[in-house]
């Protein structure tokens, strides 16, 4: 794995880590992901999560498709591995610090030729937190370049901190365009890292090839929720050093 950059990140908002995962894991998560589909049709749970906003108009929008699952660290122990993998957490001590807690897993799959956009956006809205140390890990399960819908961010927009969103999910595609982002391509194995601040979409899969990416959310210990938008029981795992807060060691849920 390469040198890491942070002064890099710090000024821009991301950075991207080469061969972060070797082959062999990365096929073992994309068997992961696979698997989680086949259970997830056939529990019916099958969902699609392509925007439904003002993008394009509602007869395109009934073709594309995303399959995004949240939490698949509950679902395959593959994707466990690779939240505290060593790669992983030397990246993580050095531009969130020696203190890192994962807040929560997803998986995003672009299918071939029907991959949908992802807007730009930033993911704050989702998870505010009071320091703003939330980052996502973009782990690439496929190669991605422009054709089959990589990464697109705005380098430095992490400094203008939160922006209004449309239905606090969305910024206006109008005045932030996913073509105005710059492209972050990237091979199977490589990490995309960037603040939850960083303003990112994608475009559409317009290739042949599938797009799979799992993304795991991590955060300063000492960083607290701003508003408990989105929680779930796992949040607040240590993946570096120690939770100094005795009192907030896990997310407080009331069973009724």
Same mark, same amino acid.
């Given at each position: 794995?390469e040198?890491?950059?942070?002064?890099?990140y710090?000024?821009?908002?991301?950075?991207?880590?080469?061969?972060?995962?070797? #082959?062999t894991?990365?096929?073992?998560?994309?068997?992961?992901?696979?698997?989680?589909?086949?259970?997830?049709?056939?529990?019916k749970?099958?969902?699609?999560?392509?925007?439904?906003?003002?993008? /394009?108009?509602?007869?395109?929008?009934?073709k594309l498709?995303?399959?995004g699952?949240?939490d698949? !660290?509950?679902?395959?122990?593959?994707?466990m591995?690779?939240?505290i993998?060593?790669?992983i957490?030397?990246?993580?001590?050095?531009?969130?610090?020696?203190?890192?807690? /994962?807040?929560?897993?997803?998986?995003?799959?672009k299918?071939?030729?029907?991959?949908?956009?992802?807007?730009?956006?930033?993911d704050?809205?989702?998870?505010?937190h009071?320091? !703003?140390?939330?980052?996502?890990?973009?782990?690439h399960?496929?190669?991605?370049?422009e054709?089959?819908?990589?990464?697109?961010?705005?380098p430095?927009?992490?400094?203008?901190g939160?922006?209004?969103?449309?239905?606090? !999910?969305y910024?206006?595609?109008k005045?932030?365009?996913?073509?105005?982002?710059t492209?972050?391509?990237?091979?199977?194995?490589?990490?995309?890292?960037?603040?939850?601040?960083?303003?990112?979409?994608?475009?559409?899969?317009?290739?042949?090839?599938?797009?799979?990416?799992? /993304?795991? #959310?991590?955060?300063?210990?000492s960083?607290?929720?701003?508003?408990?938008?989105?929680?779930?029981w796992?949040s607040?795992l240590?993946?570096c050093?120690?939770?100094?807060?005795?009192?907030n060691?896990?997310?407080?849920?009331?069973? /009724?």
């Amino acid at each position: 794995m390469e040198q890491i950059n942070v002064d890099f990140y710090k000024e821009n908002g991301y950075l991207l880590v080469k061969g972060v995962f070797n #082959q062999t894991e990365v096929e073992a998560m994309r068997g992961a992901v696979e698997r989680i589909i086949q259970r997830a049709a056939k529990a019916k749970a099958d969902t699609n999560s392509a925007w439904q906003g003002d993008y /394009l108009p509602p007869e395109q929008l009934k073709k594309l498709v995303l399959k995004g699952f949240h939490d698949v !660290h509950y679902h395959d122990a593959s994707f466990m591995r690779a939240v505290i993998h060593p790669n992983i957490t030397r990246v993580l001590e050095q531009i969130i610090g020696p203190n890192v807690q /994962l807040h929560h897993t997803k998986m995003l799959v672009k299918p071939p030729e029907v991959g949908a956009a992802f807007p730009m956006h930033q993911d704050q809205p989702y998870f505010p937190h009071d320091r !703003h140390t939330m980052l996502a890990a973009s782990v690439h399960l496929d190669n991605a370049d422009e054709e089959n819908g990589c990464l697109h961010v705005i380098p430095g927009s992490h400094k203008q901190g939160p922006l209004p969103h449309v239905g606090a !999910h969305y910024l206006n595609h109008k005045e932030y365009p996913i073509s105005e982002g710059t492209p972050c391509p990237a091979e199977a194995g490589d990490v995309l890292f960037f603040n939850y601040l960083t303003i990112h979409g994608s475009q559409p899969n317009r290739s042949s090839r599938t797009r799979r990416n799992v /993304l795991f #959310q991590y955060r300063d210990a000492s960083d607290l929720p701003s508003d408990n938008v989105h929680i779930n029981w796992g949040s607040g795992l240590m993946v570096c050093g120690e939770n100094q807060d005795f009192n907030n060691v896990k997310p407080k849920y009331q069973i /009724l």
